[in-house]
């Protein structure tokens, strides 16, 4: 049974670092790119980072390139979401996502975790 589960989300201020965690099992980790999306109220669910099958290669939304970091363990089946310097228009529930096709794209992804609540206050 594959299962992609998140955590490590909460309330935080302005300027404060979360890391978001996504662990996955039922499917070979290491053969699948790694995303992150977000889904604010009343908004569309966008890209936000991504993590290629080697981890060799990231990819960025320009709204938190130097800000937010992706990482996996393919030893643990884990990757990461490192964010740093939070802003309120972060708020959002982010989903680890995995997948071999076009990392910025939905529709590529196989299976999708069920989302960690990220709130940040001004």
């Known amino acids: 049974q594959v299962q992609l589960v998140e955590s490590g989300g909460g309330l935080v201020q302005a300027g404060d670092n979360l890391r978001l965690s996504c662990a996955a099992s039922?499917?070979?980790?290491?053969?699948?790119?790694m995303g992150w999306f977000r889904q604010a109220p009343g908004k569309e669910r966008v890209f936000v980072a991504a993590?290629?099958?080697?981890?060799?290669?990231?990819w960025y939304a320009e709204s938190v390139k130097g800000r937010f970091t992706v990482v996996r363990d393919n030893v643990r089946n884990l990757v990461y979401l490192q964010m740093n310097g939070l802003k309120p228009e972060d708020t959002a529930v982010y989903h680890c996502?995995?997948?071999?096709?076009?990392?910025?794209?939905?529709?590529?992804?196989?299976?999708w975790g069920q989302g960690t609540q990220v709130t940040v206050s001004s």
């Open positions: 039922g499917f070979t980790f290491s053969s699948y790119a």
């Open positions: 993590i290629s099958w080697s981890g060799s290669t990231t």
């Open positions: 996502a995995a997948g071999r096709g076009n990392i910025y794209t939905i529709a590529e992804y196989d299976y």
